[in-house]
């Protein structure tokens, strides 16, 4: 097609460990605004920065307007006509909105033989672009930091313009915006494609899409799975596309006795992320939290932890409420966490799997306060052999182990301290696939064997079906939708994670 | 697939110890020794030596706590200041508030104690960095000293209080026989307690330290709290070993202490150190100081002397700790 601006073809990108895009491809026309959608971890990121030029793919063709290009870095694409609206990272708070905009390419003027920056024609032309998009009432003197959320999109905007773009990358750009603000982007946009300019727009808000865009393209685990026009589809279609992920060699769940209510949350409330959250976990069941990236699941889970105490509302662990204001006394309180990030917050990395494994257990394995060292010695020896952890020792430090190695690490540091509730928070991302399978294999005999209440909270729907007796849905701060396991679809859980109209939808499910 | 836990055999250790950094500090400062004994016979005698370990007790002991601060990733700055408050402290309640003595010495070291609470009062509740809160009491605490001294220094103590700071005990100077049992406590305490492994893993990773359940907080408050109370307790000796108080006193310790600790193989980043090599740094310091000086070097020369034998140390150190990565 004679309109097509950018055209991009089996694209692959891999990271270690990971292959981020399998032959991808995508195309935008000139004039279009044409959303991008997928699961966390679909290839959404990777895809734009390739476009960006902020990453390079491995492989793959890359056109625009039917000339082959290649960006080695991000100001290629810029120079390109290619720019990307961040969520703020892109301005300078201590600069004028003029000096913003015209950042790195001010208008110049030469007095005394010197070349200074010409104030009069920045200020007018700052003004000329805002006024091309039909905003009339920002001061391009005011410094940016004083600006709200919506202006300061609005000079990324006329940022992007004053650089003659051609296609604009806008990544999420309403999830910090109140209502109003919205509207107002929209309009922009909708002016924008008049003029020509194509827009990428990447969001998890399905409404806005159809509200929005002229086509959407849908990828899953790097592939691209389809191109469609908006007017063409559905909510429903689009979800469809979205999940059904490939399931690797889940370990099937070993059916648990379900026991008494372990763990119960009465209005724990901690805006903005963790609202009014009631919910329960009995010993020996495994309750699957979902919800999309930012939606307060970890958050929550910390509240739960007391690394960010709760504002009000009740935890109750069996039976007995309990306050919980820092980590200390919910490990007192028998609650292990095994956290999202396992390198920053799981493991003392630079310690060795001895010292990890008795993190959270020193009183237990000490004599008036002096460390036992035999019978830490003996406590990860176990570990290391109950957990099958492939370890040249328990003296070899953990950042010597593989990503599987190190979660059963963590792992074992909780179970070493006994808990009745275990918080796994994305148990398994970024391990292989053999490891996944082992983790879900422990989580699985500890919630049966040992009537462990095990709320697991994971991006990756398969796991969430597979190993969830009950699946708790949660947006924007709430919760929103809850299943049990065999009603739950990766079409409904994925309609209740994304859709305004969620809430209703969970009610009537079947 | 898992390989069986390999023993370590006894040549193994030896050569673990031999080029860990303690044992090449050790090393350095044989050599030290024997090339000064070379310069000059004054400096390898029993005298000058337990002389030497008279002079170097206050550094010594507030390098203790330092060092348990470092290895956590923070610093102490104002132990210098809070080392001439305690002094001051100690010479005023006594002198101008007719306390008895006893008491006085008693007031010196709480004063320490209490301002290193501060210290990690701030440090932990209101966030501030530990750089930026000890270089203000730095600051604060000096004023505070001269504030209550008035520029009077306080003298003429009973014969009894010079005990600790000028008398022996089994012909080794009393204070030395503090500095080597606290040490040896301390060491054991950091090489062997929950404290010591909550120390290592707070510097290593603080936000894993907490979500380990540890608590930092205390743990924190604490060691900040004993540098007040180490501080308090070397002003004590200064004051005893020059029977003299000043407002000035302790004044620059801090680098010193610092630089003794750094040497010893405590990382300025946190999560690595021990008493041992912090011990090894303030002889070390302390025999250099002494035997350029006996040697006829100028005191700027010996400052330029030992500032290279400090690089050179944190060299090797880097070096070795390099290959061990690779290996």
Redesign the interface.
Known sequence: MSDMLLRMQGINKNFPGVQALKNAHFEVRRGEVHALIGENGAGKSTMIKIVSGVYQPDSGDIQIAGQAAHFGNPREAHLAGIATIYQELGLYPELSVAENIFMGHAPMKTRLGLRTIDWERMESGAEDLLAELNIHDLDVGAKVGALNVGNRQRVEIAKALSLDAQILIMDEPTAALTESDVEQLFSIVRLLRQRGVSIIYISHRLNEIFDLADRVTVLRDGETIGTQQVADTSEAELIRMMVGRKIETLFPKQMAQIGAVALELRNLHRPPLTRDISLSVRAGEIVGLAGLVGSGRSETAQVIFGVLPADSGEIIINGAPVTINKPSEAVAQGIGYVPEDRGRQGLIREMTIRENTSMAVLESVSRYTFINRAQEQSLASQSIEQLSIRATGTEQTTNKLSGGNQQKVVVSKWLASKPKVLIMDEPTRGIDVGAKAEIHRLMSRLAAEQGLAILMISSELPEILAMSDRILVMREGRLVGEFSRDEATQEAVAHAMMSEAARQAASAAP | ??????NPTRVDKLRHYLISQEGVLFFIMLVSVLLLATRTDKFLTVDNLLQQGRFMTEVGLIAIPMTYIIITGGIDLSVGSIMGLAAIVLGWSWQTLGFPLELAIITGVLSGTLAGFVNGLFIVRVGVPPLIMTLATLALFRGLAEGISQARSARGYPEWFYQLGQGELLGIPTQLWLLIVTVAVFGIVLA????G??L??IG??E?????????VNRYLLLIYTFSGFMAGVAGYIFVSRVSTTRSDMGAGIELDVIAAVVLGGTSIFG?TGSILGTTIGVVLIQLLKNGLTLSGLTSDATIVVIGSVLIFAILVNNFILSRRGNS
């Open positions: 697939m898992q390989s069986a836990p390999r062997r307690t929950q404290l492994r909550a290592y893993a290593n990773n936000t894993g330290a907490r979500f380990s359940g540890l608590t999560g």
